[in-house]
């Protein structure tokens, strides 16, 4: 499994854009970077994946680097709600019917302030 | 849709006791996970299935004993529970070659 780097925390404040980094140096040609993200007392909840190209859906943006070896997750306006683990997970596609399994880190910790 | 449901959201055993952990899920997903989160810590993976009467280990299986009958349900067995088991269990489905794992709301679960 790819080692991943994210910041322990960070903070932002309510509708400002936030940026969360995720160093993967060791990612593998086939691995997707996946994000996760935990709310307080819940169990994960997907956000967002991709390969190499940059990717967005109704929650976030995913910019991957060229040479692959990091990439940011993006929430445009922070809202209260976003506060949360963010998990940023490089993982092989399955494949045959074969199971996919995801590697959690201790993931960034993001406080949006009101 | 219910999802990914799980039973009991709270338990306190004594240390040798037994349990299990319910988990059901309504989306016909083949795969399905079971996960744990010590505080402060990421999920580990303890057991996975990728369709009825397949298990297998994942990364912290001892003390544990899953089995799969049906697509709908994966319970977890803990037979001989001990302090270290104490921990928050998550469950997850997914569809087979899909990226999107669902995840359970946990049981919390501690041993004294």
């Known amino acids: 499994d790819a080692k991943t780097t994210q910041p322990n925390s960070m903070e932002s404040n309510e509708e400002e854009p936030v940026h969360l980094p995720c160093n993967h140096s060791?990612?593998?040609?086939?691995?997707?970077i996946h994000w996760y993200r935990q709310l307080p007392s819940q169990g994960p909840e997907y956000v967002i994946h991709?390969?190499?190209s940059n990717v967005n859906n109704r929650m976030a943006s995913l910019a991957i680097a060229e040479d692959r070896k990091s990439s940011t997750l993006i929430l445009h306006r922070a809202t209260l709600r976003d506060a949360a683990v963010y998990y940023c997970?490089?993982?092989?596609?399955?494949?045959?019917?074969?199971?996919?399994?995801?590697?959690f880190g201790k993931g960034t910790l993001l406080t949006v302030n009101p | 849709n219910a999802g990914v449901t799980q039973t009991p959201k709270f338990r306190i055993l004594k240390i040798g006791q037994s349990m299990t952990l319910q988990c059901t899920q309504d989306m016909n997903h083949n795969y399905m996970y079971w996960y744990r989160q010590d505080p402060g810590m990421g999920l580990k993976l303890i057991y996975y299935s990728v369709g009825a009467g397949i298990t297998d280990k994942g990364e912290v299986p001892n003390g544990y004993n899953v089995s799969r009958s049906t697509t709908e349900d994966f319970p977890l067995r803990l037979e001989l529970a001990a302090p270290s088991q104490t921990s928050v269990y998550f469950c997850?489905?997914?569809?087979?070659?899909?990226?999107?794992?669902?995840f359970g709301p946990g049981t919390r679960l501690t041993v004294l």
């Open positions: 060791t990612i593998s040609g086939t691995d997707y």
């Open positions: 991709g390969l190499t």
């Open positions: 997850a489905s997914s569809y087979p070659g899909r990226n999107t794992q669902y």
């Open positions: 997970i490089p993982a092989a596609p399955a494949s045959g019917g074969s199971n996919y399994k995801l590697t």
